[in-house]
Structure formats: structure tokens, C-alpha cells
């Protein structure tokens, strides 16, 4: 091999391919043919060629001239690829832009984001079921689960929100829904919207209603779990 040409074969540089790119455009709905067009236009651009033919491009794939053509005209149709205008002084040039291929790109990774969230919210509210007749150590009855669906549903409390407090009251010892709900209520009209700000909530909560206890005439004397009523607001 010549070592001179080889040498000009390396200076030439490398494309960049997005591995997004790689690994979702049969997502997107393209083939292995159409892939490797938009990555010809691709490299022609980063290279300076901003408008490169059907024999250019086909040149370097297994595809002829006629086939390329055809391949160009259904990518600009289904917008993965558009022509822009370039005024320059006194004519007009054309150019392939891959703007329409990026944004496809975003709202396919956005939609899959999405669906992603939509499961794992799914799941939790699944997960919310299970861990409150674990905690009641019984089945839900038909007018608990409705009450679970409102608080997700009416009031917007987060699965993780309501878990917690679960926990609280777990904590308060009083294990009903009627406490659980004073309790979301007292967290949303304070603000609290994550569980770090809950937990930092019950725990001023706790220590405040330990002082009225510890002052309190009622108060056992030989009392060893503290009692933590939300309903006494």
C-alpha cells in the first residue's frame, strides 16, 4: 500500500454518528437503506458538501442512482430530511438540512421519556395498594380504594407523598384513613410537595406534640411509645 495515499486516507478525518441515532432509527421508522443515506448526507455536510447528488451519494452505497432518488424523495416526504435555500449575493443555492430528522429524534427520546414516567407511575399506584394492605394487614375495603384512587386523582398527592403518610401515621399510632387524609391535608396546605419536606414536617410535628405531652397532666408517667395525634390540630 502506498504509505503516502494512506497517509491522505487518515486526514481525511471520521464522521460523527449520533449512537442515538444508531440505536433508535427503527423507532423512527426507517430502514438500514435510508439510515445509511441520511448518514452520506450527513458526512457531505460535516465534509462541506451541502447539497450532494443522487450519484454522489449512491456512489458510495450498494444502491443505484434510480433507487437513491426514490430514497431521497420519501425521506424529504415523511420531513426526516428538507431542502433549505441559501440567499447569496445576487443566486440562490440549495441545502440538505437534518433539522427534521433531530426534532423527530426529540420527540421520539420525549414520547419514550414519557411512557417511561407513565409505567412508573403505574406501577407505584400498583405498589401504593400493596404496601397499605401490608401496613393494614387486610384487603382494602371498596370505599378505601376509592379513597386512594380520590387522593391521587382529586387531590394530585404523589404515591410516594401518600406512602409516607402511611408511615406517619404507622408512626402516630393511628393506623385509619380518616387520620391518613388530616395528615395529606395539613402536608398540602403547608406546601409539602416532596418526601424530604414531609419527613422534616413530622419531625417538628413530633417534637412539638412530644412537649405537649411531656407538659401534659394526663400524660402516663410510665408511657414508653409517644403518641402523635394530626387530628388535634
Not at 112 to 122: A, I, L, T, Y
Not at 167 to 193: C, H, P, Q, T
Amino acid at each position: 500500500m502506498d504509505k503516502e495515499r494512506f497517509i491522505e486516507w487518515m486526514e481525511q478525518g471520521t464522521v460523527s454518528i449520533p449512537k442515538l441515532l444508531m440505536t433508535h432509527y427503527a423507532k423512527l421508522g426507517l430502514n438500514e437503506i435510508e439510515l445509511m443515506t441520511l448518514l452520506h448526507i450527513h458526512m457531505s455536510l460535516e465534509g462541506g458538501n451541502s447539497f450532494p447528488t443522487p450519484e454522489e451519494i449512491s456512489s458510495h452505497m450498494s444502491i443505484s442512482t434510480g433507487t437513491c432518488m426514490e430514497v431521497l424523495r420519501s425521506l424529504l416526504q415523511r420531513g426526516f430530511l428538507a431542502i433549505e435555500q441559501q440567499h447569496q449575493a445576487s443566486f440562490i443555492t440549495e441545502r440538505y438540512t437534518l433539522k427534521p430528522l433531530w426534532e423527530k429524534l426529540l420527540h421520539s427520546l420525549f414520547k419514550e421519556s414519557q411512557q417511561d414516567k407513565q409505567e412508573q407511575q403505574v406501577q407505584l399506584e400498583v405498589n401504593l395498594y400493596t404496601v397499605f394492605e401490608k401496613e393494614f394487614g387486610r384487603p382494602l375495603s371498596p370505599f378505601e380504594c376509592e379513597t386512594l384512587t380520590m387522593w391521587q386523582d382529586q387531590d394530585h398527592h404523589d404515591a410516594m407523598i401518600i406512602k409516607a403518610a402511611l408511615r406517619e401515621a404507622v408512626m402516630s399510632g393511628k393506623l385509619n384513613f380518616r387520620y391518613i387524609d388530616r395528615i395529606l391535608f395539613e402536608w398540602k396546605k403547608n406546601g409539602i410537595k416532596t418526601i424530604e419536606q414531609a419527613r422534616s414536617y413530622g419531625r417538628k410535628f413530633r417534637q412539638h406534640q412530644q412537649t405537649k405531652k411531656n407538659t401534659s397532666e394526663k400524660t402516663a408517667a410510665n408511657s414508653t411509645v409517644p403518641f402523635f395525634n394530626w387530628l388535634e390540630q
